[in-house]
């Protein structure tokens, strides 16, 4: 009988070393070695990556149940890694050392299966990332980082410097000071001193559902 995702999930965490990483952590770095198959368990990371100019920017987000398509990739080509992965929260990760995925990637037709659909699930959403933002306004953009932070956090009082959402949006932290100075005046937000704080969700979600109408 074939194994299904969840008992390829539970062989993973049982045969590989599971570690707990403190929230802002940094889980590799570009040009490190990939040595270990990345399946996260609780919590949340994200892979950023570097410009030519030094700039950051986040690729995609790998939760609960998934794997990381950039550890994939290296794993499958032999390459170093070419952005880095931090934990948004205190994260459970599994790794699976590199010697038993190629075993396993060989061997078992199910764990093959689970690798290559991970793979495909996160490269889809990678795209979809970089269609976003190659077509959404930096205000959209600005508003969809602030509902998914507030989403995540269960929290409309949002802890994020202009630094952390110029990475996750793609764009100078002077322009996200603008923007949100721009927020401010239209009521959709509140800026205090260590925090930003929500007071419009729905005027922030009709930026995006007059994007998508």
């Known amino acids: 009988m074939q194994e299904d995702s969840a008992d390829i999930r539970t062989w993973i965490e049982q045969f590989g070393k599971t570690q707990t990483v403190s929230a802002g952590k940094c889980l590799f770095t570009h040009n490190d ?44 080509s032999g390459n170093n890694y070419s952005a880095q992965a931090i934990a948004d929260t205190d ?14 990637l060989t061997q078992s037709p199910g764990f ?28 959209q953009r600005l508003a969809a980082a602030l509902l998914a932070r507030s989403e995540w956090q269960h929290n409309h009082n949002l802890q994020v410097t202009h ?7 793609g764009t100078a932290r002077e322009v996200v000071s603008r923007r949100l100075s721009n ?31």
Not at 112 to 131: H, I, K, P, W
Not at 163 to 169: G, N, P, R, S, T
């Open 33 to 76: 070695p990939c040595e270990n198959y990345v399946l996260v368990n609780e919590g949340q990371v994200r892979v950023e990556l570097s410009s030519i100019t030094g700039q950051q920017l986040v690729l995609y987000r790998i939760y609960p149940g998934q794997s990381c398509v950039l550890t994939t990739s290296c794993l499958m």
């Open 163 to 169: 630094e952390e959402l110029a990475v996750e949006i």
């Open 183 to 213: 927020f401010e005046k239209q009521g959709f937000i509140v800026r205090h001193r260590k925090y930003l704080q929500i007071i419009d969700e729905s005027g922030l979600t009709h930026k995006l559902v007059q994007y998508r109408a």
């Open 91 to 104: 994260t459970s990760i599994t790794l699976l050392p590199e010697n038993d995925f190629n075993t396993m």
């Open 112 to 139: 093959r299966q689970f690798v290559f659909d991970g793979f495909a699930e996160r490269l889809s959403a990678m795209m979809q990332r970089t269609s976003e933002l190659a077509t959404y306004s930096i205000d």
